[in-house]
């Protein structure tokens, strides 16, 4: 549910359920998501800053209206390994901070497995390992899926 900023000014941010009124909730959102932009060096390139900003915004655009689950699709696509770290921090913390549930899709696997306290691997749609980075990693149908499958010493 999107809300415009004529919602937000009306006091309707967080919903009935909100003791906060609109203002306090909205400066209590931005201070955390200022607090997460503090954490990132200050000398990244004016391209990498943009994008880096436009993630986060998006982040707290998403996190307004206190999520209780935060689905991000493929939030790492397109980013150096620094803007990938800094994205990582912001995902924990978002966790962590505020409690969200975070459901991740991403095919960088170092993200994945860093990250994650459970994963669930899918092959041409169909789930073929859950568990933990350890548990998955260690999974043959996953191995044979990913890396292929040897016959003889050769991959298939």
Same mark, same amino acid.
């Given at each position: 549910? !999107?809300?415009s900023q004529d919602q937000y000014s009306r006091g309707f941010v967080g919903g009935p359920k909100t003791r906060l009124p609109a203002r306090a909730q909205l400066t209590r #959102?931005? /201070?955390f998501v200022g607090r997460q932009r503090q954490l990132q060096a200050p000398d990244l390139a004016a391209r990498e800053a943009? #994008? /880096?900003r436009e993630a986060s915004f998006v982040c +707290? #655009? !998403?996190l307004a209206l206190d999520p209780k689950v935060l689905l991000l699709d493929e *939030?790492?696509?397109g980013m150096n390994q620094d803007e990938k770290e800094d994205m990582a921090r912001y995902i924990l913390d978002v966790n962590q901070e505020r409690g969200v549930t975070v459901v991740l899709i991403e095919h960088d696997m170092g993200v994945v497995m860093d990250i994650s306290d459970r994963v669930?691997?899918?092959d041409r +749609?169909?789930?073929? !390992? !859950?568990?933990? *980075?350890d548990e998955v990693q260690r999974n043959q149908a996953v191995i044979e899926a990913y890396l292929g499958a040897t016959k003889g010493g050769g991959r298939t």
């Open positions: 549910m !999107a809300c #959102r931005r /201070d943009k #994008r /880096d +707290g #655009r !998403a *939030p790492m696509g669930v691997v899918l +749609g169909r789930r073929i !390992a !859950a568990g933990t *980075p």
